[in-house]
C-alpha cells in the first residue's frame, strides 16, 4: 500500500513561515514529479508548486518569491518552505506525487490527506 503523508500545517499569523513536508512510503520503485496543491473554501483546487525528479521547478505567479519547494530522493520527500505568509494562503494544502509502483508497471498520480495551514492577519 502506498501513502503520502503530509506534516507541518497549522496557524500562524500574517508574516509568519511554515514549513509542510510529505513523505511517499509503500512498494515504490520511481517517483517522477511531486508537488504541493492548495484547496481555499469555496475555491478550485490549485497548484502551488511542483518539482521535478531532476530538481527543475514551478511555482503559482501568487507564491514566487515567498515559497520554495525542494525535495529528497533518498527519503522520497518533498518539503514547501512557505515565508511571509498571508491570509490568503489559507487553505488546505495537498501533496500530490507520480510514483511507480511495485507490481503496477505504471506510474500514476497519488494524493496525501491534506494538511490545514491557516494565517490570521
Known amino acids: 500500500q502506498v501513502q503520502l503523508v503530509e506534516s507541518g500545517g497549522g496557524l500562524v499569523q500574517a508574516g509568519g513561515s511554515l514549513r509542510l513536508s510529505c513523505a511517499a512510503s509503500?512498494?515504490?520503485?520511481?517517483?517522477?514529479?511531486m508537488g504541493w496543491y492548495r484547496q481555499a473554501p469555496g475555491k478550485q483546487r490549485e497548484l502551488v508548486a511542483a518539482?521535478?525528479?531532476?530538481?527543475?521547478?514551478n511555482y503559482a505567479d501568487s507564491v514566487k518569491g515567498r515559497f520554495t519547494i525542494s525535495r529528497d530522493n533518498a527519503e522520497n520527500t518533498v518539503y514547501l518552505q512557505m515565508n511571509s505568509l498571508k491570509p490568503e494562503d489559507t487553505a488546505v494544502y495537498y501533496c500530490?506525487?507520480?510514483?511507480?509502483?511495485?507490481?503496477?508497471?505504471?506510474?500514476?498520480?497519488?494524493w496525501g490527506q491534506g494538511t490545514q495551514v491557516t494565517v490570521s492577519s
Open positions: 518539482i521535478t525528479s531532476g530538481g527543475s521547478t
Open positions: 509503500g512498494s515504490i520503485f520511481s517517483i517522477n514529479a
Open positions: 500530490a506525487a507520480e510514483l511507480g509502483v511495485t507490481g503496477t508497471g505504471s506510474e500514476d498520480e497519488y
